[in-house]
């Protein structure tokens, strides 16, 4: 499966988002999440290369990285690299390169499917595909959707994020009609939610009561783990093993990726054999030291 995270606006936590839940799924036997370890490969399609630098990449390593693939310079296998989970986790950065080649990209009427075509050679390898989209529309975004099976939109609790949510599915709607895009919603992820903040529940429970089971049940909590993991260059399923102590962020990326194994089970898009055995892959964090 390809899973494609999207966002309409920047500052939501898509790249938190799809380095963490990447890193759950490579390590999804261990955690319960699974019946076994998943082989994923993170792909960045955000010129920022912010991607890169979660798991440690400096800037001046993010080449090769898919702008020459698009440029038709090197083979999608040729800038697979692997990151500290491998043999499970591999990652395709993308860095300030992108830019030009996607202007160059504009005046191919089959632009859109670059990345699709590019992943086919290589899906095959992998149990799961998960792509890190830029926050905006455009040609990324078209690649990311046309290559994608699902996608997973990542939602801040502030007012901007939950306006840009509305705005983006509007947009959406349009660019279905125009693109034919046959990639699924698995749902809308709630992340950075500061239960302190009492506008942060009101919130959340307008959005649940507006877009329903369209929204996961796990809500990703505003937890100072999540930036003190990126800055060590690991997820932080792997930050909490280190310090020794439970984490809010790590519990809540087990249990969110949990739930997005379960939805694209039943939907056919993965195959139920992947499925935990366990009665309930929450209580395996989990892994986590206590």
Known sequence: MILTLHTAKGGEGKTTAAS???AVFARAGDLGVADRNLRVLLVGLDSQGCLARVFGIPREEIEPSLA??????LAVEDVI?????????????C??????????????????????LALDAVREDFDLVVVDCAPALG???????????????????DFLGVEGVRTMFDELQEEWEQHRFTCQLLGIAIQKADYRLGRHERLEAALREFYGQAIFDTTIRINTHVEEAQARGISVVDYAREIGRPSRGAQGFVALAGEILVRAIRRGLLPPSLRSTLPDPGDALLAVPA
Request: aromatic share 6%; hydrophobic share 50%.
């Open 68 to 73: 020459p693939v698009f440029a038709g310079q």
């Open 139 to 157: 040609l990324p975004f078209e690649m990311a959707m046309a290559a994608a099976d699902a996608y997973v939109v990542p939602l801040s609790l």
């Open 20 to 22: 963490n839940l990447a």
């Open 81 to 93: 690299r692997d990151t500290y989970l491998a043999p499970e986790l591999s990652i395709i950065t």
């Open 95 to 116: 860095g300030r390169a992108m830019k030009t080649i996607l202007k160059r990209m504009h005046h191919d009427p089959g632009a859109s499917q670059r990345l699709r």
